[in-house]
């Protein structure tokens, strides 16, 4: 019946209108808007806070402010309200959610690095295709041939590293995910796909990288994994030991899925998201079992602009916001119009539309992990959109300007360490009167 109706309105679109886009994400979907003014009036205090103590925040000269820019701006956007307001009711909450935010430019431009270039698609391919299909695992025998096999294993899953230290791609993990996924895009069902990261490679292809990644989530994550930050406390210890640990650890079969070359240039543009909604067979007890999690698709909104060209910086009035918002993106049968962004499912020949399901495997053991790489991709995707896309973030620098070797605003930094050393002196003053006392 389902299939029915979208073919019905798939017909009425082509017959009232050619030109009309297939069904995309609007706005409103994604954006909380029925709260927007409320949380503009709050982010307008923050940022005159910001212009006001730039100064001293940032220990820079004042020539040298400037307002928020627009990953700074989705953040804040995308931000619980309830928090947002929590945090303006003391300054020294103010400053350090004015810390945390400035963290999100170099957060969005490495997540933005997903695409694969296509030198790296091309070794990719080539390697691939020397790789022996998968056993299935044997049972354990007294000839010691399963410890020749096993030792094999561990060689071709271990991480290399080239000359500069930078972690290498594993073809080993790469063909686990092929495998799991049938050959096939999870999306679109069709052959020759790559292998794409859920959270991108460059996370922790080299020690800089690493430590850079490590910063973000403390710096800024935890305030987008949750639907109020600060309520579960150990999110950013579980992604610290994911992706903070091990050079190379994103080439991980439970941080990859399967995509076209299109799909997966437009995921790591932001044109895209992935939603995390349940598994099938959770409660399935053998680790090595391969279960589902279902996966719901989402168009992100689409911030209009020239073909080619970033987007105009965002205002700050509902209405400004909303009109930078268009309800789709290109003229499908117009060539002086910008090309659309969407997609069909060849084995419905319907269009791919925001809501559609669809499930991705893992063995039950790596289960968690993968369902947090997709948490955190949903969170960085959403504000990635918002801010632009790949294009706009692309000139942020790789570390924020206004922070610290540490990521801490510097005034912020002298403040809490003075308050440290008045808290460690009248704790020792307390225990020499308990001292002179005894």
Known sequence: MAGNERAQRELQRVLDNSDKMPEQQSAAELLPVEEMEERLQYINMLEKYWHDNFARLSQKPGEAYRSFNDAELSALLYMDTGYLRDQLMQWSSTELLIQSIQGIPAALKIFATKAVSAAEAEALQAVSKKIPPLRPPSVSSASGDDDDEKEATEKRRSTKLDSSGKAQRNNYYAEKRRHLDGYRCVLTGTRDAQVCHIIPFAANATKDGMDRWHKVILASMRLFLQERPGVDFGAEARLHSLFGFEQGVSDRHWNTISLTPTMHDWWGRGYFGLKYIGTNNAN???????????????????????????????????????????????????????????????????????????????????????????????????????????????????????????????????????????????????????????
């Open 284 to 438: 399935v007890q053998d680790p090595n079992a391969v279960i589902t999690l279902r996966i719901q698709f989402h168009w992100m909104p689409w911030r209009r602009r020239e073909l080619g060209q970033k987007p105009a910086p965002l205002g700050r009035t509902k209405e400004d916001i909303l009109a930078a918002i268009p309800t789709s993106c290109g003229q499908p049968s117009s060539w002086q119009g910008e090309p659309m962004v969407a997609m069909s499912r060849p084995e419905t020949g319907f269009n791919l539309e925001t809501g559609d399901v669809f499930g991705v495997r893992i063995p039950r053991r790596h289960m968690e992990k993968m369902v947090e790489a997709f948490r955190m991709q949903w969170a960085l995707i959403k504000l990635l959109a918002m801010a632009g896309g790949a294009e706009a973030v692309a000139d942020y620098p790789d570390d924020p300007e206004f922070l610290d070797e540490n990521w801490e605003l510097p005034g912020f930094k002298a403040w809490r360490l003075a308050c440290m050393a008045e808290w460690a002196a009248v704790a020792e003053e307390e225990e020499r009167v308990e001292e002179g006392e005894e």
